[in-house]
């Protein structure tokens, strides 16, 4: 596992459920909303920086990525 794998904790493990959800052709469309605690929300906020390369706004309390056509949906409690 490189570098950035194990920096990426709760990408990866989306992206693991993305995978089980696209070899189901049932599910078109998918949205998963995850309910995010405030204080692993900069940690969540820092993967998906690190992932795409590019600055985010840590002000909004809300942030989506789509991972395999699945669309998932980070809201901070």
């Not at 194990?6 to 469309?29: G, H, M, R, V, Y």
């Not at 998963?32 to 969540?44: E, G, M, R």
């Amino acid at each position: 596992m490189d570098e950035v794998e194990k920096n990426l904790k709760f990408l990866t493990d989306c992206a693991e459920i993305s995978e089980k959800i696209k070899l189901n052709p049932l599910l078109k469309q998918t949205t998963i909303t995850v309910h995010v605690d405030s204080i692993n929300y900069p940690y969540l906020l820092g993967e998906v920086e690190e992932f795409v390369k590019m600055r985010v706004d840590k002000s909004n309390p809300t942030i989506s990525i789509m991972i395999n056509d699945v669309e998932f949906l980070f809201v901070k409690n």
